[in-house]
């Protein structure tokens, strides 16, 4: 970090990487912040969607290049993080839809039935 | 030194990202938040393919955008009584500065460290994932496939009405 113009113009590791927190933090605010499940849902994705620009950005910059190896290990991380949010929205709007039927609402302030 | 086109590039997508994010959180209907969901999501793929991640890049496009956007749409027409509004809950406050507070963290310290690689540029990913999904982590991709299955037999199970329940239909 030499300059600031090197800062804007040269797109590093340092990038990806605020972006990736803003996603994520962004993710959060939705998740902790909103009231409909859909909408919680569509945080955790956005959060999911933070983590995996972070795993690619290492990926492209990697710190350790004594091996060869391992260059695209992120990647392959990446494809289960895809499917397992595939498998995980999948399951989480299916037992939205089971809530609504037995109280035609998916609003989580109002699914308070084991709240003491 | 990165060519102009990157830089633009990374610029656009980054804007379109946490744009489109952030009316992710603003908008009124759960409908329009959904669509600029699916706005981040593409945002997101041009960002993976400035990182030269083809794969991923189409993966995303044709997972996220495609397929989870379509479910939510789903679960969103399949709940009809239900309201729209994309209303906050007493937690939203919280939830801002938890955000806020990663978002810093998360920059203060990529910007704190001295990162030293240099960037590898793949002219394609594909064979690579392709050898490594079949050979270093062939089990975590049988599992995945069975974690796959059965979260769709799960999710058939779930919502499927039977006649022989006699609470369906009553206990609302």
Same mark, same amino acid.
């Given at each position: 970090?030499? @300059?600031?113009?090197? /800062?804007?113009?040269?797109?590093? /590791?340092?990038?990806?990487?605020?972006?990736?927190?803003?996603?994520?933090? $962004? @993710?959060?605010?939705?998740?902790?912040?909103? &009231?409909?499940?859909?909408?919680?849902?569509? @945080?955790?994705?956005?959060?999911?969607?933070?983590?995996?620009?972070? /795993? $690619?950005?290492?990926?492209?910059?990697?710190?350790?290049?004594?091996?060869? *190896?391992?260059?695209?290990?992120?990647?392959?991380?990446?494809?289960?993080?895809?499917?397992?949010?595939?498998?995980?929205?999948?399951? *989480? $709007? *299916?037992?939205?839809?089971?809530?609504?039927?037995?109280?035609?609402?998916?609003? $989580?302030?109002?699914?308070? /039935?084991? &709240?003491? | 030194? !990165? %060519?102009?086109?990157?830089?633009?590039?990374?610029?656009?997508?980054?804007?379109?990202?946490?744009?489109?994010?952030?009316?992710?959180?603003?908008?009124?209907?759960?409908?329009?938040?959904?669509?600029?969901?699916?706005? %981040?999501?593409?945002?997101?793929?041009?960002?993976?393919?400035?990182?030269?991640?083809?794969?991923?890049?189409?993966? +995303?496009?044709?997972?996220?955008?495609?397929? #989870?956007?379509?479910?939510?749409?789903?679960?969103?027409?399949?709940?009809?009584?239900?309201?729209?509004?994309?209303?906050?809950?007493?937690?939203?406050?919280?939830?801002?500065?938890?955000?806020?507070? #990663?978002?810093?963290?998360?920059?203060?310290?990529?910007?704190?460290?001295?990162?030293?690689?240099?960037?590898?540029?793949?002219?394609?990913? #594909? !064979?690579?994932?392709?050898?490594?999904?079949?050979?270093?982590?062939?089990?975590?991709?049988?599992?995945?496939?069975?974690?796959?299955?059965?979260?769709?037999?799960?999710?058939?199970?779930?919502? +499927? #009405?039977?006649? %022989?329940?006699?609470?369906?239909?009553?206990?609302?």
């Amino acid at each position: 970090m030499t @300059g600031i113009s090197e /800062l804007i113009f040269e797109i590093g /590791l340092v990038h990806y990487l605020i972006v990736s927190g803003s996603v994520f933090g $962004l @993710g959060t605010a939705i998740a902790l912040g909103k &009231r409909s499940a859909i909408a919680v849902l569509m @945080g955790i994705e956005l959060m999911l969607n933070g983590s995996i620009l972070a /795993l $690619l950005a290492f990926s492209r910059f990697p710190q350790n290049t004594s091996s060869e *190896a391992g260059l695209v290990d992120g990647h392959v991380f990446v494809v289960f993080i895809l499917s397992v949010a595939a498998a995980e929205a999948a399951v *989480a $709007l *299916a037992l939205s839809v089971l809530v609504y039927r037995k109280r035609e609402t998916v609003d $989580l302030d109002r699914i308070n /039935l084991m &709240r003491w | 030194m !990165d %060519s102009p086109g990157i830089v633009i590039g990374f610029y656009m997508m980054a804007g379109l990202v946490l744009g489109s994010g952030t009316l992710v959180f603003l908008a009124r209907n759960l409908l329009h938040a959904l669509a600029f969901l699916v706005i %981040s999501f593409l945002g997101m793929a041009g960002l993976f393919l400035t990182l030269s991640a083809d794969f991923i890049a189409m993966a +995303q496009i044709l997972i996220y955008a495609g397929s #989870i956007s379509v479910l939510m749409v789903f679960a969103v027409m399949l709940t009809p009584l239900a309201s729209r509004d994309n209303g906050n809950t007493i937690y939203v406050l919280p939830g801002l500065l938890a955000a806020g507070g #990663i978002a810093t963290f998360v920059g203060f310290l990529a910007l704190d460290t001295s990162w030293s690689g240099p960037a590898t540029d793949f002219t394609t990913t #594909i !064979d690579l994932i392709g050898n490594l999904l079949l050979g270093k982590y062939v089990l975590a991709f049988e599992i995945a496939s069975v974690l796959l299955l059965f979260a769709l037999i799960g999710a058939i199970m779930l919502v +499927q #009405i039977s006649p %022989s329940d006699p609470e369906e239909g009553e206990g609302r």
